[in-house]
């Protein structure tokens, strides 16, 4: 089993920047990969990026490329995103969840964390 927990979120000033972080934990390997998604307000949830397990490969969503930054950290087993020049349309609950192997669809997750919730007023 795998366990995902992601602390902190909170609320953030419109173009302020904020980080995500990513505890993982359980039987974890170095083909899967990690992922971010987000779920706004009555939307679907949607892909935001996601990175190999050693941090080399990354990619992102198209619209949020440039401002949003996915990283690793191995020694602490820990995975964060890197939020900049925050938006209102950005105010969703954001989850981590981690794949078999590289995908950026929702059902290639198998595991997900509890979400966090970022909120940027209007």
């Known amino acids: 089993q795998v366990q995902l927990v992601e602390p902190g979120g909170g609320l953030v000033q419109a173009g302020g920047p904020l980080r995500l972080s990513c505890a993982v934990s359980g039987r974890t390997l170095t083909t899967h990969a990690l992922g971010w998604f987000r779920q706004a307000p009555g939307k679907e949830r949607e892909y935001v990026a996601v990175?190999?397990?050693?941090?080399?490969?990354?990619n992102y969503a198209t619209a949020l490329k440039g401002r949003f930054s996915i990283s690793r950290d191995n020694a602490k087993n820990a995975m964060y995103l890197q939020m900049d020049s925050l938006k209102p349309e950005d105010t969703a609950v954001y989850y981590c969840?981690?794949?078999?192997?590289?995908?950026?669809?929702?059902?290639?997750?198998?595991?997900w964390g509890q979400g966090t919730q970022v909120t940027v007023p209007s």
């Open positions: 969840a981690l794949a078999l192997k590289w995908g950026n669809r929702e059902r290639d997750y198998d595991y």
């Open positions: 990175i190999s397990w050693t941090g080399g490969n990354t």
